[in-house]
């Protein structure tokens, strides 16, 4: 009988190319995932994997079992999800994964409602690559919030597989130090003229800069003096301490330090949207159904938030 754990390995290890790091997505050691592999192959019998000095890579055999290996753990978590769907009450773990600023808005609007469950947990997670999608895929995760600029519904594309919830839209704020000429809030907010001050940006390739570089775009780009660093609380932190000004997703004003104002900016700023990710066939358990409705309801509460906290005309 084939051994679902080692199968869930060989999938990871088609989806990430090696061992190494197939290894250090699922927090074992190389020698580990090596192993597991091998007893599958003996399992098998057939080899699964053709290894040489500079590495492995699938065998045709491997290849058509890793096909295999999607429709039977689909078919042991909807398995899983039906014998769930028969209880009254809301057990188990469900494990949520989400970008920083997602985790720090949601986490105290979710454990309450969660908390009233008795046999439920919840465990949630910062993760601060966009690799949310594909831990939900490979099954590491039950739940992944994600972002997405494009303003094209994600589940239409390669991930068509999953289901996408909207949860809420999350419109760029301008940041400003309290005490700053446009914290006034019956000041005007006029792009042409933000040009002057001294901003502060991610880094290029991070998914917040790329909204900051749209926004300006159309007024000349980023000023040559603006100052780059990683890390959402780090550039908002800077801007309370009178260093810039910063272009923020307004999720980011949630659990911000003291000493910032917030202005909302024209309707044609870019804006992204926050979905929830999860496999269809754990929809049916009690206990991701109870955390997407909780996830559902701490949106609306943080959308309610966000339009109260950015004040002032545009």
Do not use: C
């Given at each position: 009988?084939?051994?679902?754990?080692?199968?869930?390995?060989?999938r990871?290890?088609?989806?990430?190319?090696?061992?190494?790091?197939?290894?250090?997505?699922?927090?074992?050691?190389p020698?580990?995932?090596?192993?597991?592999l091998?007893?599958?192959?003996?399992?098998t019998?057939?080899?699964?994997?053709?290894?040489?000095?500079?590495?492995?890579?699938?065998?045709?055999?491997?290849?058509?079992?890793?096909?295999?290996?999607?429709?039977?753990?689909?078919?042991v978590?909807?398995?899983?999800?039906?014998?769930?769907?028969?209880?009254?009450v809301?057990?188990?773990v469900?494990?949520?994964?989400?970008?920083?600023?997602?985790?720090?808005?949601?986490?105290?609007?979710?454990?309450?409602?969660?908390r009233?469950?008795?046999?439920?947990?919840?465990?949630?997670?910062?993760?601060?690559l966009?690799?949310g999608?594909?831990?939900?895929?490979?099954?590491e995760?039950d739940?992944a919030?994600?972002?997405?600029?494009?303003?094209q519904?994600?589940?239409?594309?390669p991930d068509?597989?999953?289901?996408?919830?909207?949860?809420?839209?999350?419109?760029l704020?301008?940041?400003?130090?309290?005490?700053?000429?446009?914290?006034?809030p019956e000041?005007?907010?006029?792009?042409?003229?933000l040009?002057?001050?001294?901003?502060?940006?991610?880094?290029?390739?991070?998914?917040s800069?790329?909204?900051?570089?749209?926004?300006?775009?159309?007024?000349?780009?980023?000023?040559?003096?603006?100052w780059?660093f990683e890390?959402?609380g780090?550039?908002?932190?800077?801007?309370?301490?009178?260093?810039g000004?910063?272009a923020?997703?307004?999720l980011?004003?949630?659990?911000?330090?003291?000493?910032?104002?917030?202005?909302r900016?024209?309707?044609?700023a870019?804006e992204?949207h926050?979905?929830?990710?999860?496999?269809?066939?754990?929809?049916r358990r009690?206990?991701?159904?109870?955390?997407?409705?909780?996830?559902?309801?701490?949106?609306?509460?943080?959308?309610?938030l966000?339009?109260?906290?950015?004040?002032g005309?545009?």
């Amino acid at each position: 009988m084939l051994d679902l754990r080692r199968l869930h390995l060989l999938r990871e290890f088609s989806a990430r190319g090696t061992i190494a790091a197939t290894a250090h997505a699922l927090g074992y050691t190389p020698s580990a995932v090596s192993q597991q592999l091998a007893a599958l192959e003996r399992e098998t019998g057939v080899a699964l994997l053709d290894r040489s000095p500079r590495g492995a890579e699938l065998t045709d055999a491997g290849r058509l079992l890793v096909l295999q290996a999607e429709e039977i753990l689909a078919l042991v978590e909807a398995a899983e999800s039906i014998i769930a769907e028969q209880s009254d009450v809301a057990l188990g773990v469900v494990t949520v994964t989400a970008f920083p600023t997602a985790a720090v808005a949601f986490a105290p609007l979710l454990a309450p409602p969660l908390r009233r469950h008795e046999g439920m947990q919840l465990v949630l997670r910062q993760t601060l690559l966009a690799t949310g999608t594909q831990k939900v895929r490979s099954r590491e995760v039950d739940v992944a919030l994600v972002d997405d600029w494009s303003g094209q519904h994600p589940g239409r594309g390669p991930d068509s597989g999953l289901r996408h919830v909207h949860l809420l839209r999350d419109p760029l704020v301008l940041a400003v130090p309290e005490g700053h000429a446009l914290s006034d809030p019956e000041r005007p907010v006029v792009l042409e003229n933000l040009l002057g001050e001294s901003w502060i940006v991610a880094p290029e390739g991070e998914r917040s800069r790329s909204g900051t570089d749209r926004l300006l775009a159309e007024v000349g780009g980023l000023p040559g003096a603006a100052w780059e660093f990683e890390g959402l609380g780090t550039i908002l932190s800077l801007v309370s301490r009178g260093i810039g000004i910063a272009a923020v997703p307004a999720l980011a004003m949630v659990g911000a330090p003291a000493g910032l104002a917030y202005r909302r900016l024209p309707a044609s700023a870019p804006e992204r949207h926050v979905y929830a990710v999860l496999r269809p066939a754990s929809l049916r358990r009690p206990a991701v159904q109870v955390t997407l409705s909780a996830l559902r309801d701490a949106a609306r509460q943080v959308e309610e938030l966000l339009s109260s906290t950015a004040e002032g005309p545009v």
